[in-house]
């Protein structure tokens, strides 16, 4: 049975047909609006109708990850922050009532953690999977329980942690993908916001690209040393776009998480997801 997939971020909604073999037949990319001049509701609406027409689909299964915080079972966004306006008390099940015979509505962290363990066989029975990339999210799961939401859907919020009065930032302000390129940036790296050239440079030793990915993993290994003590996983994957870099990107932020923890504590391995693309997708239509 093909069932649609829609993934919302900060930067791109993501639209996908997916079969019974778990294989994308379609698939397409738009740069997320302003969500004033024009809503992502009906942006989403569009896509998912246009999959629905082309292919001749029957009020198919359509599943949705969001950024922000998601009240599944409403499968509504109740919570967002600074990251996308205009977006809370939107409502996919009754905004897309008349496409659907069913729908599963994920939080985007969340949504990425099922889709890699639909996709992917892990041995932990308890795994943390942070995202990096315009925000930093969080998703919590137990063999189980599933995918921990929270009493008000607001677990694993962790981009909110951290927040220092000197600078006026969280976690996700000074560690997130968004971040990396902000501090690129500042430091006026000579190839603008291109990360991944940036980890290219740093791997041939030049001392500007390395400065500048030492002072973010820095801050980024702050932030996984809170995610440890809090919910002591068995593993810990980091996810979004940037996890692709792999060992390049774990060597830079493995070390420096003990220096933010009592002596001797330790913490579980880190290593990125196995999903480089589209994991949110799999797990958009996957039951939490």
Request: with cysteine; hydrophobic share 35%; glycine share 8%.
């Given at each position: 049975?093909?069932?649609?997939?829609?993934?919302?971020?900060?930067?791109?909604?993501?639209?996908?047909?997916?079969?019974?073999?778990?294989?994308?037949?379609?698939?397409?990319?738009?740069?997320?609006?302003?969500?004033?001049?024009?809503?992502?509701?009906?942006?989403?609406?569009?896509?998912?109708?246009?999959?629905?027409?082309?292919?001749?689909?029957?009020?198919?299964?359509?599943?949705?990850?969001?950024?922000?915080?998601?009240?599944?079972?409403?499968g509504e966004i109740v919570y967002t922050g600074p990251t996308i306006k205009n977006?809370?008390?939107?409502?996919?099940?009754?905004?897309?009532?008349?496409?659907?015979?069913?729908?599963?509505?994920?939080?985007?962290?969340?949504?990425?953690?099922?889709?890699?363990?639909?996709?992917?066989?892990?041995?932990?029975?308890?795994?943390?999977?942070?995202?990096?990339?315009?925000?930093?999210?969080?998703?919590?799961?137990?063999?189980?329980?599933?995918?921990?939401?929270?009493?008000?859907?607001?677990?694993?919020?962790?981009?909110?942690?951290?927040?220092?009065?000197?600078?006026?930032?969280?976690?996700?302000?000074?560690?997130?993908?968004?971040?990396?390129?902000?501090?690129?940036?500042?430091?006026?790296?000579?190839?603008?916001?291109?990360?991944?050239?940036?980890?290219?440079?740093?791997?041939?030793?030049?001392?500007?690209?390395?400065?500048?990915?030492?002072?973010?993993?820095?801050?980024?290994?702050?932030?996984?040393?809170?995610?440890?003590?809090?919910?002591?996983?068995?593993?810990?994957?980091?996810?979004?776009?940037?996890?692709?870099?792999?060992?390049?990107?774990?060597?830079?932020?493995?070390?420096?998480?003990?220096?933010?923890?009592?002596?001797?504590?330790g913490h579980a391995p880190i290593q990125t997801t196995k999903t480089e693309n589209?994991?949110?997708?799999f797990g958009a239509i996957t039951e939490g």
């Open positions: 049975m093909n069932q649609i997939a829609i993934d919302i971020g900060g930067t791109n909604i993501k639209a996908a047909l997916i079969n019974e073999n778990q294989e994308i037949k379609d698939y397409k990319k738009i740069s997320t609006p302003d969500n004033v001049q024009t809503l992502i509701i009906d942006e989403v609406y569009q896509l998912a109708h246009e999959l629905i027409t082309k292919h001749k689909l029957d009020k198919p299964h359509i599943g949705i990850s969001s950024a922000g915080v998601v009240d599944s079972e409403l977006f809370d008390g939107t409502n996919f099940r009754r905004s897309l009532k008349d496409l659907y015979s069913s729908m599963t509505v994920h939080n985007d962290v969340d949504a990425a953690l099922l889709g890699e363990l639909s996709l992917n066989d892990y041995e932990e029975d308890n795994i943390f999977c942070l995202t990096l990339g315009t925000g930093i999210g969080g998703a919590f799961y137990n063999q189980q329980l599933g995918v921990y939401g929270g009493a008000r859907y607001r677990a694993n919020e962790i981009g909110y942690l951290l927040y220092r009065d000197t600078d006026q930032k969280t976690f996700e302000q000074r560690a997130s993908t968004s971040a990396l390129k902000a501090l690129m940036q500042e430091r006026d790296f000579q190839y603008g916001t291109d990360v991944p050239k940036l980890f290219e440079l740093a791997q041939t030793n030049d001392k500007q690209a390395q400065a500048i990915l030492e002072e973010w993993a820095t801050y980024v290994a702050e932030g996984i040393a809170q995610i440890q003590i809090i919910y002591d996983p068995g593993l810990i994957l980091i996810g979004g776009g940037i996890s692709s870099q792999g060992e390049n990107l774990i060597q830079y932020i493995e070390p420096k998480i003990n220096q933010f923890l009592p002596p001797n504590y589209h994991a949110a997708l």
